[in-house]
């Protein structure tokens, strides 16, 4: 009965400690140190309105607007609570025939950019939604939006170099553009497009 008495009595004490102090201690100091992170890293608009997180991909169907990688994150790609890849290997007829249709979209919808469509924005992220996309994927697009929008491309490219990301303490991975950030600061200076 002294075995069970003491188990008991430790068993209460570690669930104590470790479900209920220690989540309430280190969601404190997340408040209080990092609250935008600890709070998903939620973005605004000009209005102040929630538009997104700067950790999550969303899709943009706008010509007006810079895309993300493509989304097998949920039914309709881009959910937050259905992260994943699609799994489907190189020799699968359903990731050739999504490959081809995305293809053959970015083709028409950029026709005026010259170089090969990045494989980037024709694959989807191991998770599906991957806010970042690369430097020279993002001046693929570069035509497309300035002609939506009626600016000059350097403008747009001076834009876009301003909102590239450096490498992690200047040697960790490879330079990147938020796709959200990016489409926020064009709104910024040059106003939403029309409908």
């Known amino acids: 009965m002294n075995t069970i008495v003491v188990a008991l009595r430790v068993t209460l004490f570690?669930?104590?400690l470790t479900g209920i102090l220690y989540p309430l201690a280190s969601t404190g100091l997340a408040q209080v140190l990092f609250y935008r992170?600890?709070?998903?890293?939620?973005?605004?608009?000009?209005?102040?309105?929630?538009?997104?997180?700067?950790?999550?991909a969303q899709g943009f169907v706008k010509a007006a607007y810079f895309q993300p990688r493509p989304s097998a994150a949920g039914e309709k790609g881009y959910d937050a609570t259905a992260s994943g890849g699609s799994n489907l290997g190189t020799t699968s007829k359903k990731l050739r025939d999504r490959v081809s249709a995305e293809l053959a979209r970015l083709q028409k919808e950029n026709r005026d950019s010259k170089d090969p469509v990045p494989s980037e924005l024709l694959t989807t992220s191991a998770s599906g939604l991957d806010p970042h996309i690369s430097p020279e994927a993002a001046r693929w697009q570069l035509p497309r939006v300035a002609k939506t929008r009626?600016?000059?491309?350097d403008r747009i490219r001076r834009l876009l170099d301003e909102q590239t990301e450096g490498r992690e303490l200047g040697f960790l991975g490879e330079p990147r553009v938020n796709v959200l950030l990016l489409?926020?600061?064009?709104?910024?200076?040059?106003?939403k497009p029309g409908a």
């Open 14 to 16: 570690t669930l104590v």
């Open 37 to 56: 992170q600890a709070n998903g890293s939620l973005l605004t608009d000009d209005k102040g309105q929630v538009v997104g997180s700067e950790l999550i």
């Open 150 to 153: 009626g600016v000059n491309v």
């Open 183 to 191: 489409n926020l600061a064009l709104d910024r200076q040059l106003g």
